[in-house]
């Protein structure tokens, strides 16, 4: 009897078009809403009270612009200074975008050649992890007394500390493709570069993308430590140099709006490189397909 009267509901309410939404759904899509605003009204709040709280210090002490700038100096210096801040900027993000896509070539075409020789993968993984813990603040200076361009000296030190997260993420990607597909591909008489077409690489590509934003961050931070040691030698180029002069002329501001460009440039670039991820990933991969709570 009670089977009956829910098909008649169900005939009904697909014949009228309304369907009843039971407490748990309605509770279920309040609390999903709730999630996606506070996913961007959290962080404003919280930026907002940072920013409030920081100019209320600077007033309340009376701090000098010359040892902490209000949050409104820096904004005002930013946009004085703009087109100075704005050459500095697009050299290091020229920087960092060469660096990056260097590093993305290089690891993972190394990362291959190590999936598919354990030879190679034993004779030069190690290097790449010393080159990985040393600091580049250490090497840089080396670099530049052997390197004649300074871009180019640059651009090692940002490839350096770039370079490896995508080869240790792409090879433990190519190295986590299931055993029960090579052997299937194997019994259907694929080569190897088959496998590595249409099985490996497929299963990499979440492990590679998610080593390309780490490396996005790293490329900018190599960057700028590499202009700070060129600096030193009086490259007056990138956002870090600037940093520099400003601190030597006590020109606090515009060091803050130089860290500020910093910090938006490093959120612009993970902010790119994840919705790269998203659009490659979003159809078939179980780390961004949404799925109903």
């Known amino acids: 009897m009670q089977s009956e009267s829910s098909s008649e509901l169900q005939t009904a309410t697909e014949d009228t078009g309304i369907y009843i939404v039971d407490d748990e759904e309605r509770r279920r899509l309040l609390r999903r809403r709730i999630e996606r605003i506070s ?26 612009h010359y040892i902490l700038p209000s949050p409104g100096r820096v904004i005002s210096t930013l946009l004085a200074d703009w087109p100075i801040l704005l050459d500095a900027l697009l050299i290091t993000l020229q920087i960092t975008c060469l660096a990056l896509a260097v590093a993305v070539i290089g690891g993972a075409g190394l990362a291959i050649l190590f999936t598919q ?7 030069l993984f190690p290097y790449a992890v010393i080159l990985q813990v040393t600091p580049i603040v250490a090497i840089a200076p080396l670099i530049f007394i052997y390197v004649e361009s ?15 997260p995508i080869l240790s993420n792409t090879t433990l990607g190519l190295n986590s493709t299931d055993h029960n597909l090579r052997d299937l591909f194997r019994i259907y008489g694929a080569s190897r570069w088959q496998q590595l077409l249409h099985l490996q690489i497929p299963t990499a590509l979440p492990y590679f993308l998610g080593g390309l934003r780490i490396a996005g961050g790293l490329a900018l931070i190599g960057a700028v430590v590499a202009e700070y040691v060129a600096g030193t030698g009086g490259i007056g180029s990138g956002l870090a140099f600037t940093i520099l002069e400003a601190g030597y002329r006590l020109n606090i501001p ?11 440039t490093g959120v612009m670039i993970f902010t790119v490189l994840s919705l790269l991820s998203h659009l490659l990933l979003h159809k078939w991969h179980e780390s961004a397909i949404k799925r109903d709570s």
């Open 39 to 64: 996913k961007w009204c959290l962080p404003a709040i919280v930026l907002l009270l940072t920013v409030w709280y920081w100019d209320r210090i600077v007033h309340w002490n009376e701090i000098p």
């Open 117 to 123: 020789s354990r030879f190679i993968q034993m004779s």
């Open 150 to 164: 300074k871009i180019a000296g640059l651009l090692i030190c940002a490839w350096i500390v770039a370079f490896f």
């Open 254 to 264: 515009r060091m803050f709006a130089a860290l500020l460009l910093i910090a938006g």
